[in-house]
């Protein structure tokens, strides 16, 4: 099997763990390349609105370095955010079979690019850009992006709507493989005691026995749309009804002025939560609510979460998993971004949903989310590398 170097942007809570049961569950020989330190030392989030780390393990059980970053000011937000001139001196003395790339929008992962194309090693690539809710690119974008992905010789995509990406910018089928995005499933056990037990405390500290429970839990910016979340909550809401943003951001100051205004709605604000602390807080909740909109969200992790501790979710038409995740009727409530009044219309579906039909949503998406682990991206992984050994069509 060939040695696959990875190159990614920063440690990530999502993918971190996947390196690690990557090496532990596979015969596999990789190394990680970082290009940035944020999430494992103390950094400002600016969407967040504060400074953190992850509070989880990101670095140990896998082998990996920290290529040095030269940018002025490091980061994902910027093409030269991360710059790294030595990253082909590293790949080279590690001398990979293949070259697999998270992303391209970075001086780093083009010159990545570059250095192996010259050589002749082989890129795979893994995004997950969507085109759900703005239609195809331009026609000079859709040029250079069809000109990008002839450079990669497998592509892993995490989706439906991803999948539909790909082949619109002409990436044939043969080339293309399903890595589904997936998160750390041991993490978010619905049936762990601790989980649940902080859970319940959370609830009786908030006053929320008795009430059904709608979470959104993220960065509060306005390309999620919690204001207009709140919105429809305050516009449907019953008196048993509870609405709980946990997070912080651009639009919190906003949102509390907005429920202060109005006493008799049941509105709770938590602050960011880190990553032990996220299960908790999902296990409030009897709906998790992602209404973005937009090409912002291209997939949507938390769903994943959420789905795996058996809660149901509400999630516009333009979230990335919708259609792989959040099936009406089943998973959760799903509504089209374009109409105005149809987030409130949905919610009020939702928060009257019968106990009954609850608890079978709830069973449906555990067992969905239990289709997207990283058992399953791993094999798309695998199928990846094995198709570039295999003998090609003339």
Not at 25 to 31: A, G, S, W
């Amino acid at each position: 099997m060939r040695r696959l170097a990875i190159v990614v942007s920063h440690p990530v809570q999502y993918y971190s763990p996947w390196f690690r049961w990557l090496r532990a569950r596979t015969p596999l020989e990789f190394r990680v390349f970082y290009l940035w330190d944020f999430g494992v030392t103390a950094q400002r989030d600016p969407q967040f609105g504060t400074t953190f780390r992850w509070d989880v393990d990101l670095l140990s059980g896998y082998d990996h370095e920290f290529v040095p970053n030269r940018a002025a000011a490091p980061g994902t937000h910027h093409f030269r955010g991360l710059d790294n001139p030595s990253l082909g001196a590293r790949l080279g003395a590690w001398r990979p079979g293949a070259v697999l790339l998270f992303g391209y929008n970075w001086l780093s992962h083009l010159r990545a690019v570059a250095w192996a194309r010259h050589r002749g090693v082989p890129l795979l690539f893994r995004g997950d850009s969507h085109l759900l809710g703005r239609g195809r690119p331009p026609l000079a974008r859709r040029l250079l992006l069809r000109l990008l992905y002839r450079q990669f010789a497998a592509i892993t995509y995490v989706g439906a709507a991803n999948r539909d990406y790909f082949r619109a910018l002409g990436v044939p089928e043969a080339r293309l493989h399903f890595a589904p995005h997936s998160v750390d499933a041991d993490r978010f056990d619905p049936d762990a005691p601790a989980d649940r037990r902080a859970a319940d405390a959370l609830r009786a500290e908030l006053g929320l026995a008795g009430r059904r429970v709608v979470l959104f839990a993220g960065k509060l910016h306005e390309r999620k749309q919690p204001a207009a979340l709140l919105a429809a909550f305050a516009a449907v809401a019953a008196e048993r009804d509870a609405l709980v943003f946990v997070g912080d951001g651009p639009e919190l100051p906003a949102l509390r002025a907005f429920a202060a205004a109005r006493p008799g709605l049941t509105v709770r604000f938590l602050p960011f939560a880190n990553q032990t602390e996220m299960p908790a807080r999902y296990l409030l909740a009897d709906i998790f609510a992602l209404p973005s909109r937009g090409s912002y969200e291209t997939w949507g992790l938390a769903v994943n979460e959420a789905m795996h501790l058996g809660v149901p979710c509400l999630v516009s038409d333009l979230v990335g998993c919708q259609r792989d995740l959040v099936h009406p009727g089943e998973t959760g409530w799903v509504f089209p971004a374009a109409e105005p009044d149809a987030l409130a219309a949905t919610l009020r579906d939702a928060l009257r949903t019968p106990d009954a039909e609850l608890a079978r949503r709830r069973r449906h998406a555990r067992a969905a989310a239990a289709g997207y682990t990283y058992r399953q991206t791993t094999a798309g992984l695998l199928q990846a590398l094995a198709a570039l050994d295999a003998p090609q069509c003339p």
